[in-house]
């Protein structure tokens, strides 16, 4: 058992690499839809390209989406209106009638008998207006398209149909009361017209609950289905053109398969093929890092970074497909490699974008589209964002961004529809949200910066401001060293910006390579303003161990100051596994019959791993070597040059720095130029 748990201990990088990978792996798997995948790809409007296909099984010819919404409106339509009928209504109507007649004074001109025979005929016509209903239009004439469509009026717990014009309406109202209180006296008949348009109110009204529940009833009964397709049916011929009943029968064809493959027998198998798939993925994303990025693959903090990136945009875009499958675009999938190049580099950046985009392959629909369009998008990503701590840059960036997403789907567009009538319109709203989203590209370098303890151009800027505190302790106890620190920043800046590479990178890590001289300022050629050398009365391996200590004080100073790692490369590899061959030299000398040990005077490394490392190398010992020319004419910085970057060539200094011989050429010319600038003869001025 202790042995088991020991060996864990001492794997304990690989065992968490494999913990993440598991979670990771199982994480997207959970997200990816409940269906198997449909061999088939065909798209509207393009010929069928696979052999004649033959139903493999019976299925059902599934109505479109528009023909469902279209009957779903049709019922709507012709669904029954309820209206409902209020009694008491009409009962009130009646006693308050009768009651404001039976008060009138009774005079020669209106007996009891003339009174009785009023509210007699009063009630009648009470009866005859309610006696379907009295409704008011104001509130229910939106409900009824035409006053003779049949609607239902519910009496209590009867129904009867009836014609909607039977229901008496107010403009309906003055003429059946004329018509009936015609033959009275003026003063009779103004009596009875006050009072019934005193006391008559409607008592019907529409009953939405009845309707809508009649409505949901029909709507439940609608059917999805126009048809079927029996086992062996041609459903299509080799190069006939997807389009129309075809394309109807194939998308039915599509849901049929997919739900006889998706079932529990089958369901383990495709959880399993899902499994491998995105596991190969991740999989080559740890052995590129591996391969190319052995840094990045050792440090399980940044590990952790890059895969759980992967995750959130997987998660993000799959929680928007399930929302509304209308906003597959509005997701920012471009901040990964924003992200991702801002941190380490623009190839890893674009591979692990294009691995996210493959694995999101399996959730989107049109997922050859959706592939294409999200790789050409990264693409212009890494080759336009650069330098995020200018502003303007990322404007422009993700200004071109969206340009090629709305020229790539206008290009899909045109070719699925045959012109440009078809095209829909809110994907261009939907891109221009894209890359407003994009923005927070650089709220997320802030987080990860933090959350992560990673670095971008942003923290580079600050940590190349001379006044930090840092920089401002070097140019006090080390006045010498700052100056040459500030013209290596120049000369590297130059030539990072000569071949692309990161020159905000390697100006700051110039700035700070040399740190490590604090401890012993003196003991550098450079801070030795009074002319007095400590290292006369040193033997050559004494002042051989402080020259070669200046890098690992510099690392611990770093450290205890908390600069990023990308910086501390800096001050590591600046020597790489070069030799103070000075101090080596002169044990030779002092010792002619003893054998020296190489390794006491060599730089521990590691050689420089990346182009701006071995920048940094090259810019140091040229600026530092130029110091030493008396006559430093353009001929002998051009010797000095040459003979300083072949030596570093010859002793395998540059074979993990990913550069080749021309940018190393191009960088050799850079610093000639700016060291026979630094150099140049004045005019003598006269006295």
């Known amino acids: 058992m202790n042995t088991i748990i020991n060996k864990l201990y001492k794997n304990n990088a690989i065992v968490y690499k494999v913990l993440l990978f598991l979670i990771t792996a199982v994480a997207i798997v959970y997200l990816f839809p409940r269906g198997g995948q449909f061999k088939y ?40 209106k309820y209206f409902a009928f ?78 909607f014009s039977k229901l008496v309406q107010s403009n309906d109202i003055l003429p059946i009361i004329d018509n009936k209180i015609q033959d009275l006296s003026a003063s009779k008949q103004q009596i009875m017209l006050s009072t019934l348009a005193n006391v008559l109110k409607p008592n019907v009204a529409f009953d939405d609950k009845f309707t809508t529940k009649e409505l949901e009833e029909a709507l439940k009964n609608i059917s999805y289905t126009k048809g ?53 993925a991740l999989l080559m994303l740890l052995l590129f890092l591996q391969r190319y990025r052995l840094e990045i693959y050792n440090d399980n903090n940044k590990v952790t970074f890059i895969f759980f990136n992967v995750f959130v945009m997987i998660l993000v875009q799959t929680l928007v497909v399930k929302a509304n499958v209308d906003y597959l675009y509005v997701v920012p999938l471009s901040i990964l490699p924003i992200v991702l190049k801002a941190f380490f580099d623009a190839r890893l950046g674009l591979f692990t974008h294009v691995l996210t985009v493959l694995l999101l392959g399996f959730i989107v629909p049109n997922s050859f589209e959706f592939i294409y369009l999200h790789i050409i998008a990264g693409i212009v990503t890494i080759l336009t964002v650069s330098e995020l701590y200018k502003r303007a840059n990322l404007f422009i960036s993700i ?3 969206t340009l090629i997403y709305m020229i790539t789907y206008l290009a899909f567009s045109i070719l699925k529809e045959g012109n440009a009538d078809e095209i829909n319109w809110l994907y261009f709203g939907l891109f221009a949200a894209n890359g407003l989203l994009s923005f927070l590209a650089v709220f997320f370098i802030y987080f990860y910066e933090k959350v992560f303890g990673l670095v971008s151009d942003v923290t580079l800027l600050e940590l190349s401001n001379t006044n930090s505190k840092l920089l401002r302790e070097l140019n006090e106890k080390a006045p010498g060293t700052f100056q040459h620190s500030m013209q290596v920043a120049n000369l590297a800046e130059a030539a990072a910006n000569e071949i692309g590479a990161n020159s905000m990178l390697v100006r700051t890590g110039a700035l700070y390579h040399d740190i490590g001289k604090m401890v012993n300022p003196m003991y550098f050629i450079e801070n030795q303003s009074t002319g007095v050398n400590p290292h006369n009365d040193l033997s050559p391996k004494d002042s051989a161990r402080i020259i070669l200590d200046h890098v690992i004080k510099g690392i611990e100073i770093a450290k205890r100051n908390k600069l990023p790692d990308r910086i501390i490369d800096f001050i590591r590899t600046h020597h790489g596994t070069s030799v103070a061959y000075y101090f080596y030299k002169k044990e030779l000398d002092d010792n002619p019959n003893t054998e020296i040990d190489i390794k006491k005077f060599q730089y521990q490394g590691p050689i420089p791993f990346s182009k701006e490392t071995a920048i940094l190398m090259m810019c140091d010992a040229a600026e530092a070597a130029s110091k030493s020319l008396k006559e430093p004419t353009a001929q002998k910085i051009d010797e000095l040059i040459d003979k300083i970057v072949e030596k570093q060539k010859n002793d395998n200094q540059f074979i993990n720095s990913d550069i080749t011989f021309r940018e190393i050429e191009k960088i050799k010319k850079i610093i000639k130029n700016k060291l026979m600038n630094i150099y140049h003869l004045r005019v003598e001025y006269p006295d």
């Open 399 to 401: 200004g071109q961004i």
């Open 86 to 163: 209020n009694d008491e209504i009409k009962q009130k109507v009646i006693s308050q009638f009768q009651q404001q007649i039976g008060i009138l004074p009774i005079s020669d001109s209106l007996t009891v008998k003339e009174v009785n025979e009023m509210m007699k005929r009063g009630v009648s016509i009470i009866n005859l207006i309610y006696q379907y209903g009295f409704i008011n239009e104001k509130n229910n004439e939106n409900y009824v398209r035409d006053k003779n469509e049949i609607v239902v009026l519910r009496r209590g717990n009867s129904v009867e149909n009836i014609l």
């Open 228 to 280: 079927m397709v029996s086992k062996g049916e041609l459903i299509i011929l080799k190069g006939d053109i997807v389009e129309g009943k075809r394309y109807n029968v194939l998308k039915s064809f599509q849901l049929a398969s997919q739900s006889t493959i998706w079932s529990k027998s089958n369901y383990s198998w495709i959880v399993f093929g899902y499994a491998v798939l995105v596991s190969l």
């Open 41 to 80: 790809d065909f798209v509207l409007g393009k010929p069928w390209q696979y052999d004649n296909l033959y139903a493999p099984f019976d299925f059902a010819i599934y109505k479109s989406e528009q023909e469902i919404e279209k009957e779903k409106e049709l019922m709507q339509l012709e669904s029954k």
